[in-house]
């Protein structure tokens, strides 16, 4: 086991979460990409000190981390190592083992809790909880037999089969429009457990970042609207009215009744459909249904770094520690354009000057050493004192980066 230490003291202070008390407090994080790194810098930020445990000695946060811990997700040196520092632990990915969250609760604070993270890992017991909240969902059948494939019925057609598990970014998933695709399609997906959803007509699509807190405070950011190309997501753009009121209401509302119903305590992301509801599909459904959740700051709320006053890494940052949480306001309008790897033609970094000339350009970078195709390298943040002026500033960055216009 490694455990680079860059000035840390030793050993963690394991009770006192004084802020800015004369103790060492470190706030631990399973997974060091770059949800790692935002929660790393909010919380030093906030005079923390942290751990992060991830194998990849080249991890976005393990680099800025007091600690990084180098060992297998499910290492109990590792997992011991980080509890042993940790005044309390988070996480950042959602495939984080859920039994390496439950050894580390045996000793620590650990929020999001594994039960509410092992709901959100598997497509099946997400859609089952989005029932119980009475929430609605895209009709669905669960896959896990043979027999289960031959019963679906003939009206969840067309539809996307997705992997039950360790989907993201659209990997995982098929669509299929016939019987005989659907049957094909769970031959290549190996057939592992899946969920065949409904193809719905979507108007447009948004999320809603909430933070809970131990005592059932719950805040949340604005509604964000998303577009997402090739199954990962573009462009987010937040500002008043980029849904309708009574849409953004219900979103909010739902958002916060899945977080309850899972007594979760972190920082969670609810993604949510619009529907096209002169198309036939969409019949019943009544217009907004939850698509999934992720139980960790998500990529759809980095908006909120530039443009609110309180970011989803200081929220994540509070509920860990247990410090107060206030409804966050955004000041300005936005638009963040994700950085993937296409935009690194033959390795060669973007003309950033050009970006960062721009009024209200917001630059964020990962630290990844190698860009490939569709990894989310950086975001820009756009922020600026009207929408159509933040828009026309996001259409000039895209034309700059090569991004196509939006
Ligand atoms: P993420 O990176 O957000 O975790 P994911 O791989 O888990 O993505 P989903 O969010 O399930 O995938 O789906 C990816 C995209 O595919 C959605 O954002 C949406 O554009 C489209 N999509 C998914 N399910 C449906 C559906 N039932 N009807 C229409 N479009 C859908
Ligand atoms: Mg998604």
Redesign the pocket.
Known sequence: MTDSTNGALQPGGAKDMTLGGPKEMTLGVMGGGQLGRMFVHAAQRMGYFTAVLDPDPVSPAGRVSHHHIQTAYTDPEGLERLAQVSAAITTEFENVPAPALATLAKTRPVAPGAAAVAIAQDRAQEKAHFVKCGVPC?PYAVIETAAQLAAVAGDLLPG?L?TARM???????VRVRTRAELIAAWDDLKNVACVL????P?QL?CSVIVARGAAGDCVNLPVQRNL?RD???AVTEVYEGNVSPAIAARAVAAAKAIAQELNYVGVLCV?F?VLDESDPAARNLGGLVV??I?PRPHNSGHYSMDACDVSQFELQVRTLANLPLVQPRQHSPTIMLNLLGDIWPDGDAPPWEAVLALPGAHLHLYGKLKASKGRKMGHLNITGASITQVRATALQAAAILGIAPF
């Not at 989907?167 to 998933?173: A, L, P, V």
């Not at 959803?197 to 719905?200: D, F, I, S, T, Y």
Request: hydrophobic letters at 35%; a negative charge; zero cysteines.
């Open positions: 895209a996307i997705k989907g993201y970014d659209g990997k995982g998933q959803e409904k193809m719905l979507l699509e997402h199954g990962i997501l993604e459909f698509n999934e992720a």
